[in-house]
């Protein structure tokens, strides 16, 4: 079932202790669509720079992911510059350039109006909504948001979360938003501000799940060693959501296997810069890696 995902794609300059990787393709919705493509194809909606690589449009292609939604612009794309510190749960934003990513302003072609799945990378919350004004109709909506727009358009965001089922943000958000540094409470005073569920992500700790009924709890992939943490909570919302595209199992058996779906692309996605390991992954490797995570969590 289609999966239509709206948000930023861009170029990256990463700095992590493990080196430097400088103008590698990035952006929230690059990573979502292409942990998403694993399972099905992808409707994307985007701008970026006449400077932007026609070799990353063309894999973008070729993996599934329609890009009659991608506007290319005259201009510089979005570049953001990050370096992570020993500790990789912390990071520092070195350069953020807007460029044509300034006015961005999302306009879903006719034929993505009735996407059954929607994602809603990290924007502002007001183009956000204006996304979910153009869509008839759909079965789930996910949503991200980051600290910005928690501080600076809360009014907006309040509005928003009353229209999105499904929150996924990280802990520190979680914080921010609800006011409260446990993670239960936080989970809870969240859902009643709209929301039918939230995900927490918890970077090398993993996820956790609440809804109304249910909560659920899955570790990180054990790994020894993590090159670049930049976008695997994007990578996790698009195994999850791609999953459930593809299974249109909405059980809660179902979720949760969509939940460790989410988990297993986003364990590759940080084994190497700007989410290279993931040109190389096949459904095999996504699906070895599923096994052990049932038998690493099975007791
Ligand atoms: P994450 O690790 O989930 O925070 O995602 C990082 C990605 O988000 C990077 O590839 C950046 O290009 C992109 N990014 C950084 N800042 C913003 C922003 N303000 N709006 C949209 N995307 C951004």
């Known amino acids: 079932m289609s999966l239509l995902v709206v948000g930023s794609v861009a170029i990256d300059t990463l700095e992590t202790p493990r080196g430097r990787a400088p103008d590698v393709l990035g952006g929230a919705a690059t990573y979502f669509a292409v942990a ?14 006449d400077d932007f690589p026609r070799a990353e449009l063309d894999w973008f292609a070729r ?10 612009r005259p201009g510089r794309s979005l570049r953001w510059t990050g370096r992570y510190h020993e500790d990789m749960n912390v990071r520092d934003t070195l350069s953020f350039e807007a460029n044509v990513f300034e006015h961005f302003a999302p306009e879903l072609p006719a034929a993505y109006r009735d996407s059954p799945f929607v994602f809603l990378a990290n924007i502002a919350p007001a183009l956000q909504a204006r996304v979910l004004e153009q869509v008839r109709a759909p079965r789930l909506v996910g949503a991200d948001t980051m600290n910005l727009w928690i501080e600076t358009t809360r009014p907006e965001l309040d509005a928003l979360l009353r229209q999105v089922p499904l929150l996924m943000i990280n802990d520190e958000e979680a914080r921010l938003l609800s006011g409260e540094r ?11 501000m709209g929301p039918e569920s939230v995900m927490i992500k918890r970077g090398e700790y993993g996820v956790l799940y ?21 976008g695997a909570g994007d990578t996790f919302a698009g195994g999850m959501i791609g999953h459930l595209a593809e299974s249109g199992d909405r059980s809660e058996a179902g979720l949760r296997r969509a939940i460790v779906y989410g988990s297993v692309l986003a364990s590759y996605m940080v084994e190497d810069f700007g989410g290279r390991r993931l040109r190389t992954l096949s459904r095999d490797d996504v699906e070895r890696r599923y096994r052990q995570f049932v038998s690493l969590t099975e007791f």
Not at 37 to 49: I, K, N, T, W
Not at 219 to 227: D, K, N, S, T
């Open 210 to 230: 609440f809804s109304g009924e249910s909560v659920f709890v899955v570790p990180a992939y054990p790994l020894e060693e993590v090159f670049d943490p930049t």
């Open 63 to 72: 993996r599934g992911i329609d890009l009659a939604g991608v506007e290319v």
């Open 36 to 49: 998403a493509s694993f399972f099905g194809p992808v409707r994307l909606v985007a701008v970026v720079g």
């Open 182 to 192: 446990n993670m239960v409470r936080a989970a809870r005073r969240i859902l009643a």
